[in-house]
T-cell receptor, first 115, second 116 residues
Framework: EAGVAQSPRYKIIEKRQSVAFWCNPI?????LYWYQQILGQGPKLLIQ????????DSQLPKDRFSAERLKGVDSTLKIQPAKLEDSAVYLC?????????????FGPGTRLLVL | AQSVSQHNHHVILSEAASLELGCNYS??????LFWYVQYPGQHLQLLLK??????LVKGIKGFEAEFIKSKFSFNLRKPSVQWSDTAEYFC??????????????FGTGTKLQVIP
């Protein structure tokens, strides 16, 4: 089966610019996750969707980050405006139902550099 | 604060040496435990997971992990490492939270370097 797709793979922007990332999960997966992985740290969950509804966005900096999953399939994550500290790899993952015991499958990530 | 701790940030071993990477968590209640691996230039991928039953879990490539509930630990082991095991290893804990959904928290990762 096809894996989780993400684009772009790399992005360089200047601070205060906007950027958007796209994720297409594995077909049939109801749960979609966006993580931020800063160099030297583990992935930090930004937002979790169950179909097109948000179940957890407690660690999403809502003043500058937004995400949507309008049709319950693919998703976009936006940063507006970007700050230097947003430089990180943004990982998208999906799982079948989000239930306990289930495996998440990760995409290749988008590496963002904010100058 | 509730967390997932990986105390070894960088481990260097010679080929054929035995490996043990520590993972401790501080959540009560039912948890699922995972080890993910990220080889250089590749995605995060699942190495093994504990859901229920036998606390000794076997994964891919000869890895295993033991869930010790009383110690809140899920240490990763391999009796004899190979150069190809050079990667970053992440422990993750999944638990139920209010609202009925599941939340995943990752540790900070351990970089393993295996010297031929």
């Amino acid at each position: 089966e096809a894996g989780v797709a993400q684009s772009p793979r790399y992005k360089i922007i200047e601070k205060r610019q906007s950027v958007a990332f796209w994720c297409n999960p594995i077909s049939g997966h109801a749960t979609l996750y966006w993580y931020q992985q800063i160099l030297g740290q583990g992935p930090k969950l930004l937002i979790q969707f169950q179909n097109n509804g948000v179940v957890d966005d407690s660690q999403l900096p809502k003043d500058r980050f937004s995400a949507e999953r309008l049709k319950g399939v693919d998703s976009t994550l936006k940063i507006q405006p970007a700050k230097l500290e947003d430089s990180a790899v943004y990982l998208c993952a999906s799982s079948l139902d989000g239930i306990l015991g289930e495996t998440q499958y990760f995409g290749p990530g988008t590496r963002l550099l904010v100058l | 604060a509730q967390s997932v701790s990986q105390h070894n940030h960088h481990v260097i071993l010679s080929e054929a040496a035995s490996l043990e990477l520590g993972c401790n968590y501080s959540y009560g209640g039912t948890v699922n435990l995972f080890w993910y691996v990220q080889y250089p230039g590749q995605h995060l991928q699942l190495l093994l997971k504990y859901f229920s039953g036998d606390p000794l879990v076997k994964g891919i490539k000869g890895f295993e992990a033991e869930f010790i509930k009383s110690k809140f630990s899920f240490n990763l082991r391999k009796p004899s490492v190979q150069w190809s095991d050079t990667a970053e290893y992440f422990c993750a804990v999944k638990r139920g939270v209010s609202g009925g959904y599941q939340k995943v928290t990752f540790g900070t990762g351990t970089k393993l370097q295996v010297i031929p």
